[in-house]
């Protein structure tokens, strides 16, 4: 039985807050700050180099890969850590596109977070393949005999729709091609059955859903099918099948672990891994449920009170991840009022506010207080200040 | 006035360990995990997401580049941290042998750390460019007019002996070629002079000598003559030239920042600027000084008491970092033996004992205790016991 009671009371959320901000950064975990501190003093200050071995810090991005692969459907020993998400997305195309000698074609959408298509741009333009990006509801039409990689974001980083990744994955293979999957706003919001759908390769980033912290590193999954075919483009140590003999050439290692590049990052390593604890005993399909009904009752409360704002992600719970937006033409300025009341939106341009519900802290009553006070705001006009329009370089 | 008591006194070590292994992974510095903490508590957890602009986290990778600048040579602005050194290694390669349209040789040393040429490897069978690996003392008569990029480690990580990097960077230019350097073993143990020398890119990491915690972020430098012309191959949206514009395109942002690829990992950088406020009033030149004569006592002691050990490292300290390499047969076990006595240095394969000085804390009590003890290990035959011949899985 997942006690979401318990989840919520293992994190620490400013008082007075409403944070329905989590598909941006997740909040911290309240023993999060303690145990960095404790590994940095522990590890790291007193067993120095010695931590490698003795604290497994160099088998940490498996271990914590590990805790991730149950939540997205992924085997054990099949998920490693490292990097950035936007490094994990270029390893996984370079990859996939290396399985099909012959083809060029990358197939993506609109709808993609605009860093996964400028990776698959600067690799297309290294390598001399073709970046196709068509409309999100094309995608399957546009699986075409010349493809050799269809990539896509499961869950729109704006919207909330979710693509069909069993439907879409099996398109690919019908032209030929293979299936690279971004999870960065399905991981810990949506139930992912990675094996179950066939997918190829996955990717995601752990700062969101996960609460792993500012900057929290990635996470890839190569099928089994191709864990051992599969050549990184990106070939650092860590991925060598013998790491401490130094060998001039390149070997890679066995399976996942050739996906690891440089030297693992193990302080955040330390928080992620504390971040994660709190997902044991969490039922993905307990927290799908719950997170569609507190979108819902989300969609239904600011649909009676906010006459204003317009629906932009699917109204179908199951086309849509665990976020949802609402269109208004001042966004920037109403999101700026909301934040300045206590209710932690983001705004993404050029018009839309956006709420992400996570079921591990999120609950009924910040529903109800985002709703009241984003009438509020809506009714009296607040958010048209100055205050509320200047711009910060992070939006 | 460069202070080492003071310097030596903002490092804790443990009690009754020499530590001579600052070349693989520094010591933590007292205030650091105090330091880090309480940014996850006063940032992470209660500013949220607002920590990107209230906490300056977005402007973080080149506020901390900042600093290491001043170490390496480096203007103001022109340094950005991310990623770990493998990744900065294929960027600027990669942004490197663009610059050279028309030539695809890029030039390497065996001395070279492996994980740089494996980079190399992979870059290179990606887009076709040829690696060419020559013995480090052959570098300059290999600088032919095919050269598209001269690729190399200045401190040598086995046997500590330093390149000329004015010389080999002029040679490289002579032939038409860029100058990539990865100062792994020099940024903070020996004094770099990246403007001076001519070189054009420069990457590093801040584990070793800069004590920024094991895995900590990675820096590069780009020459700002290529800083507006190069482009980056990982192109990630921190790169972009208007990140949070969400343009489907990508533009470069101007000069180094294009050079950062994904989220910069927050918690990781707190830790490396903890460390780096260590280095404020540290003179380089001082520092260069003080290294030698540690290094200098090191091989004199060693070679009065230990005749069964041979130098690995050049004799000449011009001509050697801030490192030194003895070999013996049984290496692993002796380095073994040192570290069960509480000196702590390093085992590199096949036969290579290493010891690392690191003037910030290491000072000639260490350096007498060390040779005190590793003869005495030699002389009583302590290294020949079953668990020092034990292998782990991080030497």
Redesign the interface.
């Known amino acids: 039985m997942t006690d979401f009671a318990a989840t919520r009371d293992a994190f620490?959320l400013?008082e007075g807050?409403t944070?329905l901000?989590g598909n941006?950064?997740g909040?911290?975990p309240r023993h999060?700050?303690?145990r960095?501190?404790a590994m940095?003093?522990d590890q790291?200050?007193?067993m120095?180099?010695?931590?490698?071995?003795r604290a497994g810090?160099?088998?940490q991005p498996r271990r914590v890969g590990d805790r991730i692969a149950r939540l997205i459907g992924a085997g054990e020993g099949q998920v490693v850590m490292?990097?950035?998400?936007?490094?994990k997305v270029?390893q996984a195309l370079?990859a996939a596109l290396r399985l099909r000698p012959g083809r060029r074609v990358i197939l993506s959408d609109?709808g993609n977070?605009?860093?996964d298509?400028?990776?698959a741009?600067?690799?297309a333009?290294?390598?001399g393949a073709e970046l196709r990006?068509v409309a999100p509801e094309d995608v399957a039409a546009h699986t075409t005999p010349d493809l050799a990689v269809l990539m896509l974001t499961e869950v729109d980083y704006r919207t909330g729709r979710r693509h069909d990744m069993a439907a879409l994955t099996a398109a690919a293979h019908e032209a030929g091609a293979l299936a690279v999957w971004d999870l960065a706003h399905s991981a810990g919001a949506v139930d992912v059955d990675l094996l179950g759908t066939g997918a190829d390769f996955a990717v995601g980033?752990t700062?969101k859903y996960l609460n792993g912290?500012?900057?929290?590193?990635?996470f890839i999954w190569v099928h089994p099918d191709h864990a051992e075919a599969a050549r990184?483009?990106?070939?650092?140590?860590?991925g060598?099948v013998q790491?401490?003999?130094?060998?001039?050439?390149?070997a890679p290692a066995p399976g996942i672990e050739r996906m690891r590049?440089?030297?693992?990052?193990?302080?955040?390593?330390a928080?992620l891994d504390a971040a994660l604890v709190i997902w044991e005993g969490v039922d993905m399909a307990t927290l799908r449920a719950r997170s569609i009904e507190l979108s819902e009752a989300f969609i239904a409360g600011v649909e009676a009170a906010c006459p204003e704002l317009t629906l932009h992600s699917p109204r179908d719970p199951a086309r849509r991840g665990s976020q949802v937006g609402f269109r208004h033409p001042q966004a920037y300025a109403v999101m700026q009022a909301l934040?300045a009341e206590g209710v932690?939106g983001?705004f993404?341009?050029p018009d839309v506010l956006r709420f992400g519900f996570a079921p591990l802290y999120n609950d009924m009553e910040d529903v109800d207080r985002a709703v009241a006070v984003l009438a509020g705001i809506l009714r009296r006009g607040l958010w048209d200040r100055p205050e509320h329009h200047r711009r910060?370089?992070?939006?």
């Open positions: 620490r400013p807050i944070y901000d941006s950064l909040p911290m999060a700050a303690d960095v501190a940095m003093r790291w200050s007193e120095l180099i010695t931590g490698w071995n810090w160099y088998v490292g990097d950035t998400l936007s490094i270029f370079s609109s977070f605009p860093s298509l400028y990776v741009q600067g690799l333009e290294t390598v990006v980033c700062y912290g500012p900057g929290a590193p990635a990184p483009c990106l070939q650092g140590w860590m060598h790491p401490f003999a130094f060998d001039a050439a390149y590049v440089g030297t693992p990052p193990v302080i955040a390593l928080a934040i932690v983001d993404r341009a910060a370089a992070v939006t």
